[in-house]
């Protein structure tokens, strides 16, 4: 076999989207997973949430979940056809709600925040919020709509990528890297999520997360079909209705790197479910999972080339938004890839903006037969 | 091979336990089960408290209760030397305890009734609680020691158990029966808990229970040692702490014969749990289930001989008390067996106590070629 043109290290969804896009434009693509699709992404609700994701203090964020919403439309009509199948993106909106009335006063600061960015998200009145999802507890007090914010189930998304980059051309490799030294390509992309920091030194670290999945009874669909995105008695919960009965509860956020199910996060999580959405308490409780996210020190991606490694890009630290951040992170690296010129867009989000902390990764130690590479992992 | 003397159809504690004690005696025993301790006790907690379980208006089934505890010491010992394993006998007794006064008002007056049957619960206050378990939230209110009620790991129990019988003779087999006329034995004893009802027509009902698993970080053992059966904003709860870490949560009563999970209930026993001992917020949840008890009219068991069915015994129907009751259970059958003479001890659990409801469960059907059995099953 040839050299690849391009390897990416890690099969979640920006890497295989990534894949698919490079071999979309005539590259020959290698993909090195063990285990696709078994990182954040087989945890994540899959929130397509520009808005109701827009905190204080990210503007640079903000802009890039805007830009890749933005693009979902379009890429999913594409990968559902490259791909013959659907993958659960739906279109409903986000109900944000507040159950009492600290809760509301939280979510109403927050979304004012974002409507001064101009932002789409709308108010309600109670009444508005219960015609349009009557499953809310009476005694949730207000709330307001981000029509924009949709959702997809990322199990099925990683299932279509995969399908989409394997019929592009591009081929899956299930041995495991330890070493970048070890990927044979023109160039490399490290898309390993919370794998990113032993393979290049970056600043990724995880951050648990716990997930429950429900099951409506009877497999029926689920008796709300908004994302609601609830705080509840100081929780901060969402629930993700799914065509097949599924609603994902999610999510703690724990700067621990184990992945057990503790039964406290599960009351929570429970606790504010039920209490938004009363229902849910007959559900099945089918999964409750715990995952690692790529944090960085901002929340935001690291998107671009690695200095001092030349031909190694990443694509890592996604943080919570891997899913929304998916179609923007493949066409803004793909072209980078392509052009070898770093689209404007990814200046904020660039490898080198943390000052003092370790980048590259690699030092050169004298060795008896000479210079060898050497990796540094970041703890 | 001979006909064996007696055959039992079902491998749980209390058909395992009558196997041993029947092969004890030199009789030739199979024991008839797919899936040796897949029923009730793979799910049951293994309180052995009569104490604690003494209801209002249950005296008989009390005195039952009260007479297999005081057997439990013995049945151990011997049990613990004839398997060569232990299967985690504690006896640290049971502490009572309300969280709210309304909480402890109920459960003060089951003790208080307790007290008057001459059951051994002594009333402790909020400081001596305390002392004996540290780990109880500083606002339970109050509560009560039944030094007596112990406790065994009933997966370990069915383990033994099964050794034991084994060793002295018993024959597992792994065909499921269907019909109690495929048997052949001179004796065949029915201890197939819900499965009872299918194959003698005895008024035997799922009553569902969901439990969880918890485990103490690091696999430590639990923060308390005596078994805790807390009543907490109404809702009744136990807690059973094991040597290896585990803590079982247990358990709801739900009329219902499947075996889903539901969101709700693990909400309920977790918001319980942790309000009781709160340190139990940073156990790992490592498994929720739901199974079924075998429920009687009264509650109580179903022990001896099947009128019009000359031959057949039922061990059956002990809902909530299988693994207190197993020693009672198996030295009164097994005697029965070999004497054909009932213990007095029988006399109020007997099967043909529910007048009205069929019992026997075969009919007489005229057919082309003669009469013919038929099962009765009831729903």
């Known amino acids: 076999m040839l050299t690849p043109d391009v ?17 979309q434009r005539g590259l020959r693509v290698v993909v090195h997973d ?6 954040a992404s087989h945890v994540a609700a899959g929130m397509l949430a520009p808005v109701a994701e827009a905190y204080f203090g990210e503007p640079e964020l903000t802009g890039l979940l805007t830009e890749s919403a933005a693009r979902w439309p379009g890429f999913a009509a594409e990968l559902t056809a490259a791909a013959g199948r659907g993958f659960g993106h739906r279109t409903e909106g986000t109900l944000v709600v507040g159950l009492t009335g600290d809760d509301l006063a939280e979510a109403r600061r927050l979304w004012a925040y974002q409507q001064g960015l101009g932002l789409p998200i709308t108010p309600l009145r109670p009444s508005e919020l219960r015609d349009r999802e009557p499953a809310l507890a009476p005694r949730v007090r207000g709330g307001a ?37 070890d990927v044979a390509a023109r160039v490399t992309v490290v898309a390993a999520g919370c794998g990113a920091a032993a393979l290049t030194g970056l600043p990724v670290r995880p951050v648990k997360g716990q997930v429950l999945r429900l099951r409506a009874p009877g497999r029926g669909a689920p008796g709300f079909r908004h994302v609601i995105r609830g705080y509840a008695d100081g929780e901060s919960v969402y629930l993700v209705p799914r065509d097949g009965g599924e609603v994902v ?37 089918v999964e409750a999972t715990a995952g690692l996210r790529p944090g960085t020190p901002d929340n935001a991606p690291i998107l671009g080339a690695l200095p001092g490694r030349p031909g190694v890009l990443a694509a890592a630290g996604h943080h919570r938004h891997g899913i929304v951040l998916t179609p923007v992170t493949a066409d803004l690296i793909t072209e ?22 370790p980048v ?12 060898e590479m050497e990796e540094e992992t970041c703890d």
Chains 1, 2 share one sequence.
């Open 7 to 23: 390897a990416v290290v890690g099969a979640g969804p920006v890497g295989l989207a990534i894949a698919w896009r490079c071999a």
């Open 34 to 39: 063990p285990a696709p699709g078994s990182g």
């Open 145 to 181: 709509v981000a029509p924009g914010d949709h959702q997809v189930d990322p199990r099925r998304l990683v299932t279509a990528l995969r399908t989409a980059a394997e019929r592009a051309g591009a081929t899956l490799l299930p041995g495991r890297v330890d070493r970048l030294t």
């Open 249 to 285: 509860v999610g999510a703690t956020v724990e700067e621990r790197a184990d992945t057990e199910v503790t039964a406290g996060a599960v009351l929570r999580l429970l606790r504010a479910a039920v209490d938004l959405v009363p229902e849910l308490a007959e559900y099945d409780l």
């Open 336 to 357: 980078l890839i392509v052009t070898a010129e770093p689209d404007p867009l990814l200046a904020p989000f660039r490898p080198d903006r943390f000052p003092g902390l």
């Open 360 to 371: 590259g990764g690699v030092r050169v130690v004298a060795g008896a037969g000479g210079a």
